[in-house]
């Protein structure tokens, strides 16, 4: 699965590296965002992704409702992924979701079993959860692409 759309989301997967990459697609209805972070982590699950990188940058501001239903029900099956590695990818200009962030970090650090990084640009979050794999070159063009003939 090269690329592929959730409703609201834009997923890559590499089997090879087992790195799944997202974004949320601009524009989307973000009164979507619970039934497509669940259908994220059920995709997750089923593919055993080892490495998940979630572009932060594209998510509009999350409301106190959903930074409670994602404390209370999102993180706590994320933890029990089969990850290796969890890259979030946002700029220092998302102050509000990065203070979500930080906060639902905070309620699950202890039970984390694999790696969390912040990074400020998609490049090198990529670098480092692929240990600069020579396929890095190919994600990226298919990751280009991803809005032609769409």
């Known amino acids: ?80 992924l089969p990850l290796d590695r969890l890259v979030l990818v946002i700029s220092s200009s998302q102050v509000h979701n990065q203070l979500a962030i930080d906060a639902l970090y905070e309620l699950v650090k202890h039970t984390m079993r694999f790696e969390a990084h912040y990074f400020a640009d998609m490049e090198s979050a990529l670098d480092w959860a692929t240990d600069s794999s020579p396929r890095l070159a190919a994600l990226h063009a298919e990751w280009a692409a991803r809005h032609d003939g769409a």
């Open 1 to 80: 699965m090269p690329l592929h759309y959730l409703p609201n989301i834009c997923l890559q997967y590499d089997q090879e590296l087992s790195v799944l990459r997202l974004e949320w697609v601009p524009r989307s209805d973000s009164r979507q965002l619970r039934a497509s972070a669940g259908q994220l982590l059920t995709l997750a699950r089923e593919l055993a992704v080892r490495q998940l990188l979630l572009d932060m940058n594209t998510i509009p501001n999350l409301p106190l409702e959903d930074q409670l239903w994602l404390g209370d029900h999102w993180m706590p099956t994320l933890v029990d």
